[in-house]
């Protein structure tokens, strides 16, 4: 029988303005303790985890938001954290603003083992929004405030297990999961801040956002074999409700372990690698089934264009 390692998503409740980073952390380190007392291994935190969800406010220039990026990581704010991780043996992901000695701007999570040492970091690939004042009470600038991501999706070693990262919109696009399945990944990481209202091209009924957000994850864990651990910024942060809805997800596209409010929460799931077997070695055997030489459109085009699929030879015309 496969070994179970019981893992956490660790939901976490608006963040006001006022709020300072320390604070924050100590509410991580609250969660990160009540995980390790459940005996969890790994803990996944949410997008932007350190601070509100500044994208919302139009600034008159990027360079004005500064003191909600994180110009190193660990800092004096989160080494705590990275602390009683190490004491604790909790591996942690965590997304906040990436501020870079070049001064580049990226939506960044880091991924932390449980000795206190980043293994690998992931800058988010799938910005979604506008870059432009849309004069909206809450606006989604975040093509605005960060540049797309450069380093791919990465998967790294974990407590011991093989975690891919990604964060917020990624996990609404299924290359995310195939890319990060290719190169091994038995569980997908991913923290969000998804607010009700608020975000162009999505303004369906609250409900329906819930719907959509838990339909992305199941599908991306049940067509690549994976588990996948979803964190959420949740409830009412500076007068924006979020939706919250953290959860575990089987490679069966099960949603296993899920939040119950809205406030700071721990969900937890046992992981079990023997879950994934039966459909890396039937349905979703890639070695076998796979035929990329049939899905160059993928990589080929940004946008919708012409049918380009050869007519079947010896057909009829009509």
Known sequence: MAQTTL????????IQPDESRSAVVRRLIALLERAAAHGCRLVVFPELTLTTFFPRYFLPSPEMAEKYFEREMPNADTQPLFDRARELGVAFVLGYAELTPDQRRFN?????????TIVGSYRKIHLPGHAE????????????????????FPVVTLAGLKVGLATCNDRRWAETYRVLA?????LVAIGYNTPVSGVPGMNPEPHRMMEEHL?????GAYQNALWV???AKSGVE??????????IVTPGGDVVSRATGDGDELVIGAYD??????????????SRHRRPEHYQLIVERTGVGEPVVAAIAGGHDD
């Open 273 to 286: 690698p023997g879950v994934a077997e039966p459909f890396r070695a039937e349905m979703f055997n890639f």
């Open 215 to 219: 339909l992305s994850v199941r599908a």
């Open 238 to 247: 500076d007068g924006q409700r979020l939706i919250g809805g953290s959860c």
């Open 133 to 152: 004042d849309r004069k909206m009470e809450h606006q989604h600038l975040e093509k605005y405030y960060f540049e797309v991501g450069d380093v791919g």
């Open 229 to 231: 651990l979803a964190a």
């Open 182 to 186: 290719l190169q091994g990944a038995d």
């Open 7 to 14: 893992v956490a998503v660790g939901q976490v409740g608006g």
């Open 108 to 116: 960044t999570v880091c991924a932390v083992d449980v000795d206190g």
